[in-house]
C-alpha cells in the first residue's frame, strides 16, 4: 500500500526543519542513499520531493524506522547459478 505523495511546496505550514535528506536518512539506517531513495518510490517511508527533485523525509518517520515499527522485512536477493553452456 502506498501514500499518496505529497509535494514540497504543501509543506509550507510545516516547519521545514522536520524533514532531513535522503543522505541523512542512509546514515542514520547505515543504508545506502540510493536504497532510501528506492523505499520512498515504493512508499516504505513518507516522503515528499521537492521541485528540484530531491527527496526529503519526516523526521518523526525516520525515528520510526529507527525504533523498528515501520520496518518492511525483505528477503535477500538470491543469485541464480550460471548456466553451463552445452559441450563445455
Same mark, same amino acid.
Given at each position: /500500500?502506498?501514500? $499518496?505523495?505529497?509535494? *514540497?511546496?504543501?509543506?509550507?505550514? #510545516?516547519?521545514?526543519?522536520? *524533514?532531513?535528506?535522503?543522505? #541523512?536518512? +542512509?546514515? +542514520?539506517?547505515? /543504508?545506502?542513499? +540510493? +536504497?532510501?531513495?528506492? *523505499?520512498?518510490? #515504493?512508499?516504505?517511508? #513518507?516522503?515528499?520531493?521537492? $521541485?528540484?527533485?530531491?527527496?526529503?523525509?519526516?523526521?518523526?518517520?525516520?525515528?520510526?524506522?529507527?525504533?523498528?515499527?515501520?520496518?518492511?522485512?525483505?528477503?535477500?536477493?538470491?543469485?541464480? $547459478?550460471?548456466?553451463?553452456? $552445452?559441450?563445455?
Amino acid at each position: /500500500m502506498t501514500t $499518496p505523495r505529497r509535494r *514540497w511546496s504543501d509543506t509550507a505550514s #510545516e516547519s521545514r526543519k522536520d *524533514w532531513i535528506t535522503s543522505s #541523512e536518512v +542512509a546514515k +542514520a539506517l547505515d /543504508m545506502t542513499d +540510493a +536504497a532510501i531513495r528506492r *523505499w520512498a518510490r #515504493e512508499g516504505l517511508i #513518507e516522503a515528499i520531493k521537492t $521541485p528540484g527533485g530531491q527527496y526529503r523525509f519526516r523526521r518523526d518517520a525516520v525515528l520510526n524506522v529507527l525504533k523498528g515499527a515501520h520496518v518492511s522485512k525483505r528477503t535477500k536477493r538470491k543469485s541464480t $547459478p550460471k548456466r553451463r553452456r $552445452p559441450g563445455r
